[in-house]
């Protein structure tokens, strides 16, 4: 059904059988209810501060009793959070924060860790290539640019193997 079809059928719709649609929607799909209850309690400090903290066990995981856990590393989550984010209409600013966070608990970690595989180093580019690109599509360079340099002279610190790549990117919008 296309847009224009679905408009024309809701236009038909009296608004008591509008109602018991939506209702039936946010009772049957998750993702519907999820949007519901975020348009009316945006709760985005709670999320955001759920959201850091999922990104940072990933580096650091909490202890569990009896053995160590395993960091395990995967930028997936924080893309996960980040699209989500998206799709709910969160403040550019938050999920600005939440790209740059990913990238910044990475580099803590791998300041205290050697880290071998090349693509851990690919994937830190690519979050930090896509922060900006988003950082610019919504107007808010100058806003996260301190965070953006200190991430860029963190690569340069860590003498990470592609740092000239960060830098092209800084070199881009520095001028």
Request: charged residues 30%.
């Amino acid at each position: 059904m296309s847009k224009r079809d679905l408009k024309k059928y809701l236009a038909e719709l009296n608004k008591e059988q509008l109602e018991e649609q939506i209702l039936e929607l946010y009772e049957k799909f998750s993702p519907v209810k999820v949007y519901y209850n975020f348009v009316f309690n945006p709760k985005e400090d709670t999320l955001l501060q759920e959201c850091k903290l999922k990104i940072s066990n990933e580096y650091f995981p909490f202890k569990k009793v009896g053995r160590r856990s395993k960091p395990k590393m995967r930028r997936s989550v924080a893309q996960k959070y980040i699209k989500h984010f998206i799709i709910l209409g969160v403040d550019p600013f938050v999920i600005a924060d939440v790209m740059l966070y990913n990238i910044e608990i990475a580099q803590t970690f791998s300041s205290e860790n050697v880290i071998k595989q090349d693509l851990f180093f690919k994937s830190m580019f690519n979050s930090f290539e896509q922060a900006v690109i988003y950082l610019i599509a919504n107007g808010i360079l100058n806003d996260f640019k301190p965070r953006l340099l200190a991430i860029h002279n963190e690569t340069i610190n860590q003498k990470w193997y592609n740092e000239p790549e960060f830098d092209a990117i800084i070199e881009r919008f520095e001028y």
